[in-house]
């Protein structure tokens, strides 16, 4: 079974850049046509979509994060990243990581972890 785990700060100050790191173990990153996505809900908010991975390397991103928002791998720890600068505490939220298949559903996900942007 495919298992999935976020890590990193639970607390970053403003204008900083959050760093985290999703740990997948049961399959691999690179399998064909899997699909490996962060995403976030605010406090009384919906989830939102921030971007994805695809087994190839290649990234997409919320066009509202874009400038901001970066995703990376580590094929070789069986991880991926998400880095997002110019903390605002509007970017306080609970960050998953998600896996799908293709464009299919996410039928695996991270537990979740709180980050809070504060000073």
């Known amino acids: 079974q495919v298992q999935l785990q976020e890590s990193g700060p639970g607390l970053v100050k403003p204008s900083q850049t959050l760093s985290l790191t999703c740990t997948v173990s049961g399959d691999s990153i690179t399998t064909a046509n899997y699909c490996w996505s962060w995403i976030r809900q605010p406090p009384g908010k919906g989830l939102e979509w921030m971007g994805v991975?695809?087994?190839?390397?290649?990234?997409y991103h919320s066009p509202s994060l874009k400038s901001r928002a970066s995703i990376s791998r580590d094929t070789s720890k069986n991880q991926f990243s998400l880095q997002l600068s110019s903390l605002t505490p509007e970017d306080t939220a609970v960050y998953y990581c998600?896996?799908?298949?293709?464009?299919?559903?996410?039928?695996?996900w991270g537990q979740g972890t709180q980050v809070t942007v504060s000073s």
């Open positions: 991975l695809t087994h190839d390397g290649s990234t």
């Open positions: 998600a896996k799908s298949r293709g464009s299919w559903s996410y039928d695996f």
